[in-house]
């Protein structure tokens, strides 16, 4: 084995341990019946997970938090697509600011994003404020780059002019050239878009509880308050919070695998 290869193999071992060790640790704390006197814990249990589970406030906040992440993937999708498509066609250099505009959230504080979106919104007639219908808009606005980015690449790598074109001299509309001849090219992406918005706002907590807080709780906010009195327990929420989102994380990458491996569509530059 050459130099290079043995240090970039250590290099990416190491890399691993320190991921996955964590991982495993917080695993096992959450079977383990005392784990203080040893490298190993001393017994396993399923009494920590069975007494977390089996509240009915993990079924609520868990519910909660599916469907603010499954409203929030819908809305950004009726709200990014249409806007990447007509920018990429009609207004290629709006693009740039577009793309400018998108990052911006994702740069800034927790804190600060919080207090701005409530001060945006509370100016917005409709019943927004203390509801988890702000969520749903911080949250569009939070994922903002993950949604654009993902439907943009996918326009890129196809040529819509030429779609749109065809769709149009078929006499189709607008709505129905993006909906039946454009979406369906871009599938790869807008479902990458969606998976990484719905992991992204399903893990997500400095949000939710600065908007919304014990008002609605969601599964991030109920996994926090575990940890001020029962860590076996708070552990055991944390694995099913990893669990969801490494699925999502899978997904994505899945379906990226596939699409790289999949031939070209006949309409393609």
Do not use: C
Request: net charge positive.
């Amino acid at each position: 084995m050459k130099a290079g290869t043995a240090w970039r193999a250590l290099v990416l071992g190491a890399f691993l341990v320190f991921m996955i060790v964590p991982l495993i640790a917080t695993a096992l704390f959450s079977f383990a019946t005392r784990w203080d006197r040893s490298i190993l814990p001393e017994d396993l249990t399923l009494a920590w997970w069975i007494k977390v589970t089996t509240r009915s406030a993990f079924q609520d906040t868990l519910l909660n938090s599916l469907s603010v992440a499954l409203v929030t993937v819908l809305v950004s999708l009726a709200l990014v697509v249409p806007t990447a498509y007509l920018a990429h066609l009609k207004a290629p250099r709006a693009k740039p600011w577009i793309e400018l505009f998108a990052m911006v959230p994702f740069g800034l504080p927790g804190v600060v994003l919080a207090l701005g979106l409530v001060r945006v919104y509370a100016g917005v007639p409709l019943p927004l404020i203390n509801t988890p219908n702000i969520l749903v808009a911080s949250y569009v606005v939070l994922t903002l780059p993950f949604m654009y980015r993902s439907v943009v690449n996918a326009l890129d790598a196809i040529d819509a002019r030429t779609l749109a074109e065809a769709a149009r001299s078929l006499g189709a509309n607008g709505f129905r050239t993006l909906l039946l001849a454009v979406a369906p090219n871009i599938m790869p992406g807008i479902v990458n878009g969606s998976l990484l918005v719905f992991s992204t706002v399903f893990a997500e907590f400095t949000l939710a509880n600065l908007l919304v807080g014990t008002r609605f709780k969601t599964f991030p906010i109920y996994l926090v308050e575990f940890t001020r009195f029962d860590a076996r327990q708070a552990s055991a929420l944390a694995v099913i919070s990893f669990v969801v989102v490494w699925a999502m994380s899978l997904a994505v990458l899945w379906l990226t695998a596939r699409d790289a491996r999949s031939p070209s569509t006949p309409i393609a530059r």
